[in-house]
Every structure is written in structure tokens, then in C-alpha cells.
């Protein structure tokens, strides 16, 4: 069974920084798009940034210049760092991994990030 393991939320002021890993069970290199994602309470999931296996980045337009989305396949890991964050970043936090070959797409369990004012 696929594992997806978020980590780093947490509690932090406006205007300040936090790194989101996610750890996968699986050997994500070559075939996994992996991505975040985030809903805030009474939202719908939306997607926050994602990578292909070769490094194509997506990012939303409200968090484009402030959000790094990265990938060590070594390490079958993802991370998002997210810098000048903002209260209206407060989210769940989700890792994802699309498999872009076969039929697959897995999530991990969330992470909480909350941004005070």
C-alpha cells in the first residue's frame, strides 16, 4: 500500500516561512507527478504546486513567487517551501502522487498550517 507522510506544518506569523516535506513508500523517480495541495475549512481542495518527473513546475496564481515546490527522488521525497506567508494560506496541507504511466494517484493524510495575522 502506498504511504504518503506530510510533515513541518505548524503555527507561524504573517510574513514568515515554513518547509512542508512528504515521504513516499514508493520510488517515485521517473513516473510520479507529485504535487500539494491545500483546503481550508468550508473550501474545496485546490491545488497548490506540483512537479513532473522532470522537473516541470505548476503553480497557483496565489502563491506563485512565494512557493517552491521541489523533489529528491533519491530520498522519494517532495517538499514545499513557503516563504512571506499570509493568513489566507491557512490550510490542510496535502502531499500527492499521480502516477503518469499506470492508473494511480495517492494522497497522504494532511498537515496543518496556520497563519496569524
Known amino acids: 500500500q502506498v504511504q504518503l507522510v506530510e510533515s513541518g506544518g505548524g503555527l507561524v506569523q504573517s510574513g514568515g516561512s515554513l518547509r512542508l516535506s512528504c515521504v513516499a513508500s514508493i520510488n517515485i523517480g521517473s513516473i510520479y507527478t507529485m504535487g500539494w495541495y491545500r483546503q481550508a475549512l468550508g473550501t474545496q481542495r485546490e491545488l497548490v504546486a506540483r512537479?513532473?518527473?522532470?522537473?516541470?513546475?505548476t503553480y497557483a496564481d496565489s502563491v506563485k513567487d512565494r512557493f517552491t515546490i521541489s523533489r529528491d527522488d533519491s530520498r522519494n521525497t517532495v517538499y514545499l517551501q513557503m516563504n512571506d506567508l499570509y493568513p489566507e494560506d491557512t490550510a490542510v496541507y496535502f502531499c500527492n502522487a499521480d502516477n503518469t504511466v499506470w492508473a494511480g494517484n495517492y494522497w497522504g493524510q494532511g498537515t496543518q498550517v496556520t497563519v496569524s495575522s
Open positions: 512537479i513532473s518527473p522532470v522537473g516541470t513546475t
